[in-house]
């Protein structure tokens, strides 16, 4: 049973910077592409980020390119999500999940089972 835990959220001020972390066990993390999904109250849960686990290739949906980074580091069964120049669009319960690759917008967690998320609240 692969579990996720999501750390690193918190409230910030427009314009400032966090950096997500989410821990996995329970699989052989190297061979999954990760992603990061957020979901603002009242939405449906979106991608925001992914990463293949073989090249480091990346994917950003538009409204986050040019400010977060995804990276990985499959020693430690760990995928970041570096976050700057923060909106308050940007609030949200942040999530992260395996992925299938080729990759769009509409593209879902593939794992069977979401972490709790961590919140990330950016005031104005």
């Known amino acids: 049973q692969v579990q996720l835990v999501e750390s690193g959220g918190g409230l910030v001020q427009a314009g400032g910077s966090l950096r997500l972390s989410c821990a996995c066990s329970?699989?052989?993390?190297?061979?999954?592409?990760m992603g990061w999904f957020r979901r603002a109250l009242g939405k449906e849960r979106e991608l925001v980020a992914a990463?293949?686990?073989?090249?480091?290739?990346?994917y950003y949906q538009d409204s986050v390119k040019g400010r977060f980074t995804i990276s990985r580091d499959n020693d430690k069964n760990t995928v970041y999500l570096q976050m700057n120049r923060l909106k308050p669009e940007d609030t949200a319960v942040y999530y992260c999940?395996?992925?299938?690759?080729?990759?769009?917008?509409?593209?879902?967690?593939?794992?069977?089972?979401w972490g709790q998320g961590t919140q990330v609240t950016v005031s104005t």
């Open positions: 990463i293949t686990w073989t090249d480091g290739n990346a």
């Open positions: 999940n395996a992925v299938l690759w080729p990759i769009n917008e509409t593209s879902k967690g593939t794992f069977g089972t």
């Open positions: 329970g699989g052989t993390f190297s061979v999954y592409h």
